[in-house]
């Protein structure tokens, strides 16, 4: 069964980084927008960055500015750079295709921002 595989994940003090990768197989990602999705704790699953497979990019409002998505497309691979990391950031990351695939979602990776 196809997946996304998410990691880079942690625990990290409020205005700190961390860089989620997410591996997907090639027939997947090589034809598809790839997008970074996030939940909280009671709230709805939300997409926070996407990447066109031409590179092109674009950010949900709340990440403007402190996240950057990229892709790898020799390693079927795709990143999310997080700076000045805010404890509302606190959620599980999962990747996926944008717009989402039901069958693609992964186990996602916990992000902890917290003093």
């Known amino acids: 069964q196809v997946q996304m595989v998410e990691s880079g994940g942690g625990l990290v003090q409020p205005g700190g980084s961390l860089r989620l990768s997410c591996a997907a197989s090639?027939?997947?990602?090589?034809?598809?927008?790839m997008g970074w999705y996030r939940q909280a704790p009671g709230k709805e699953r939300e997409l926070v960055a996407h990447i066109t497979t031409a590179g092109w990019t674009n950010y949900a409002d709340s990440v403007k500015a402190r996240f950057t998505v990229s892709r790898d497309n020799a390693k079927n691979t795709v990143y999310l750079q997080m700076n000045s990391l805010k404890p509302e950031d606190t959620a599980v990351y999962y990747c996926?295709?944008?717009?989402?695939?039901?069958?693609?979602w992964g186990r996602g990776t916990q992000v902890t921002v917290s003093s």
């Open positions: 090639e027939s997947i990602f090589s034809r598809n927008t």
């Open positions: 996926n295709v944008a717009p989402p695939f039901t069958r693609l």
